[in-house]
């Protein structure tokens, strides 16, 4: 079974730099993508930035150039290091693993992160 956990996140200032974890646990199964979703208060959950198994990665339009997703060097974390922050990055950051073969995608139980102006 494919397990997430968060972690990182908290309060930063426009213009400052902040680190998300996401540590896999996925127990011989083979993930094929990690990613990053946020919702900011009274929106939708919207995608921030993904990587693939091969390391290829996407990102929304909103956050290229600022944010990068990028594994660690034992592949079973995956990072978000958010740069350049603005207050509208503010809400909580939720990481999903996507399983290969057709597996239920997981979601973390989300963290908190406040940019303040």
């Known amino acids: 079974q494919v397990q997430v956990a968060e972690s990182g996140g908290g309060l930063g200032q426009a213009g400052g730099s902040l680190t998300l974890s996401c540590e896999v646990s996925a127990a011989g199964i083979r993930v094929s993508v990690v990613g990053w979703h946020r919702q900011a208060p009274g929106k939708e959950r919207e995608f921030v930035a993904q990587?693939?198994?091969?390391?290829?990665?996407n990102y929304v339009n909103s956050v290229k150039g600022r944010f990068t997703i990028f594994r660690g060097s034992a592949k079973d974390t995956v990072y978000l290091e958010m740069n350049r922050l603005k207050p509208e990055d503010t809400g909580v950051y939720y990481c999903r693993a996507t399983p290969a073969g057709g597996g239920s995608t997981v979601w973390g139980q989300g963290i908190q992160v406040t940019v303040s102006s």
């Open positions: 990587i693939s198994s091969g390391d290829y990665t």
